[in-house]
């Protein structure tokens, strides 16, 4: 079985910054591309940023140069440093990543999700 859990999600003042983390566990022989997702209420689930298996990044407009992927391969593990948050960034943040299991099949994986809230 292989389980994403998402952590550092809270809440925070507007400017604030945070930093989550999602780990991967389980019956893994490799992960491909990871991502971080949000959905705000009321609003569909949209990509934040995605980062490949060698390192390549994308990101939304919306967070360009203030939000940061990376990834931790050795410990299977993605971050999301998300810098000068606004109120209007207050969603669930879901971690996503296609994983190859030992079944030697890929699929994609989703988080439970964590809060992000951004309120004074």
């Known amino acids: 079985q292989v389980q994403l859990v998402e952590s550092g999600g809270g809440l925070v003042q507007p400017g604030g910054s945070l930093r989550l983390s999602c780990a991967a566990s389980?019956?893994?022989?490799?992960?491909?591309?990871m991502s971080w997702y949000r959905q705000a209420p009321g609003k569909q689930r949209e990509l934040v940023t995605a980062?490949?298996?060698?390192?390549?990044?994308n990101y939304a407009d919306s967070v360009k140069g203030r939000f940061t992927i990376s990834r931790d391969s050795a410990k299977n593990t993605v971050y999301l440093q998300m810098n000068s948050l606004k109120p209007e960034k207050t969603a669930v943040y879901y971690c996503?990543?296609?994983?190859?299991?030992?079944?030697?099949?890929?699929?994609?994986?989703w988080g439970k999700g964590t809060q992000v809230t951004v309120s004074s």
């Open positions: 996503y990543a296609d994983i190859q299991s030992a079944s030697l099949r890929i699929f994609g994986y």
């Open positions: 389980g019956s893994i022989v490799s992960i491909y591309a």
């Open positions: 980062i490949t298996r060698v390192g390549s990044t």
